[in-house]
């Protein structure tokens, strides 16, 4: 299965928000069977947000390790609508 995840479920994966546990437990999204992408819009999204809140080097580090975990996909709207 492939999923593509949101900005908003990024930060949950991110902050070890609690509810990860059940997202995991009914769509398995870190099986190696599964895909998960993440949009160029939404790194870019994280990055400001990261910039704005003025988060430290280890921070940032802990982010592009986290980036490094999806394949990013860099597609038109018109792909997304077409789905």
């Known amino acids: 299965m492939r999923y593509l995840l949101d900005t908003n479920i990024l930060l949950l994966y991110l902050r070890e928000d609690k509810i990860i546990s ?34 430290g080097e280890k921070r940032f580090q802990k982010l592009e390790t986290f980036f490094e975990q999806f394949f990013t996909v860099d597609f038109a709207a018109e792909d997304i609508i077409e789905r």
């Open 22 to 55: 059940k997202i995991e437990s009914d769509y398995k999204i870190s099986n190696s069977d599964n895909l998960a992408l993440i949009s160029l819009v939404s790194k870019g999204e994280l990055l400001a947000l990261a910039l704005k809140n003025n988060w």
